[in-house]
């Protein structure tokens, strides 16, 4: 992957909104609805080269496909490999389930999935590779036009799948999780062979700590999300390091986060993972401290010298677009703990985690891309002067 060799080079998490007709069709689709199939692969062509050319215009040096072609980050699995179907019964987060009233008001303002998220009920298998051939079509196309400095795309981790799809047929959670490396692996290989970057999305990590490892003790929690480590390594062995990120988070979602794992214990986690560079919140109100997780972790030897740390400048939860000069210094900070020439701007999580949400106002994400843009370049001026 391309860093900041003598700029701090601007990125994000993966998701972008999503287009009205977009939308429409993958739900169409997802409903077994009426639809002219190949006008909704016309639209989704058309939506990649839209995004990637916004993205461009508001500074984003490395760039992705927005998602477009993808229900949701993790339940597309189900249209690739086999052994999906039917739907699984909901698990809110932890800190959700203590404030009732306030997850009936997200599930009516549509900040909850109602789409269906399906069980593993059979063998795991490589069961179409077409979907994923069409989105590196669609991204290689754009950015051949548009010509951003980098790009990459997103692929759901085997512990995420395994987070919002639980396994009812698997004898015990790990030949689940090996089972889903290795279907997985098929689509990671291909993405990193088409000559962009794998993004392995993991919040299992973090997330998973309030939702499927709620009410462990912490001893097991650090086992269990270990284990998930080893399936993903396992799942890019053939891949370098440095053609990897790995994103963790919290849960994309306004809300307490009264019951996150710190960072200081998820990031001896993360770091067993293969890949180079690691995505993660850094702005909202509940994370914007731990900085220090990562001091700490640099100062006693644990980082690993090369590590690439994409920190979240922006906050992907609110609509308040944060000053070039906050953005900055959040910037600085993690370079001054790693150097600069190790640290990239991020996002906190992506834009549009699944089709249909109603997040950010498009106009104004990439306003805030915009500003982490602007704030890039004011740190880069300091940074190398």
């Not at 994923?132 to 669609?138: A, P, S, V």
């Amino acid at each position: 992957m391309k860093t900041s060799t003598d700029r701090i080079l601007t990125t994000h998490v993966g998701s972008l909104p999503r287009n009205e007709a977009v939308t429409h069709g993958i739900f169409a689709l997802e409903n077994g609805e009426a639809l002219d199939v190949a006008e909704h692969e016309l639209n989704v062509t058309a939506a990649v080269d839209e995004v990637v050319a916004r993205q461009v215009s508001v500074g984003i040096d490395v760039v992705s496909d927005g998602e477009m072609s993808k229900l949701s980050y993790a339940t597309y699995i189900k249209d690739r490999i086999t052994g999906f179907d039917g739907d699984s019964p909901r698990r809110a987060p932890a800190d959700l389930e203590e404030h009732p009233s306030f997850l009936e008001r997200q599930a009516k303002l549509g900040g909850t999935p109602t789409y269906k998220r399906p069980q593993c009920i059979g063998p795991i298998e490589l069961k179409d590779a077409e979907p994923c051939r069409k989105d590196l079509e669609n991204l290689s196309a754009a950015v051949g036009k548009h010509q951003p400095h980098d790009a990459f795309m997103n692929a759901a981790s085997p512990g995420v799948i395994a987070l919002f799809q639980p396994n009812n047929h698997y004898p015990d959670h790990e030949s689940y999780l090996h089972a889903l490396a290795e279907a997985m692996r098929h689509e990671y290989e291909a993405i990193t062979d088409a000559g962009f970057v794998l993004q392995l999305d993991s919040p299992d990590l973090g997330l998973g700590r309030h939702m499927m490892f709620k009410g462990e003790p912490d001893a097991e929690y650090e086992r269990l999300a270990s284990i998930h480590v080893e399936a993903l390594n396992e799942a890019v062995r053939n891949i370098p390091a440095d053609r990897l990120r790995l994103h963790i988070c919290w849960g994309n979602y306004e809300g307490p986060h009264t019951h996150d794992a710190p960072m200081s214990q998820v990031l001896p986690i993360a770091l067993k993972a293969k890949p180079q560079a690691l995505l993660f919140e850094a702005s909202n109100p509940r994370h914007a401290h731990e900085w220090t997780a990562f001091a700490d972790a640099a100062e006693s030897g644990v980082m690993p010298d090369d590590k690439v740390l994409i920190p979240g400048v922006l906050d992907t939860t609110t609509h308040f677009v944060e000053h070039p000069e906050l953005i900055a210094q959040r910037i600085e900070r993690f370079a001054g703990i790693v150097g600069k020439e190790r640290v990239m701007a991020g996002t906190d999580c992506g834009f549009s985690t699944f089709a249909g949400y109603a997040g950010l106002d498009t106009k104004i994400a990439y306003e805030k891309m915009a500003a982490m843009a602007e704030g890039a370049q004011l740190a880069s001026a300091r940074l190398w002067a």
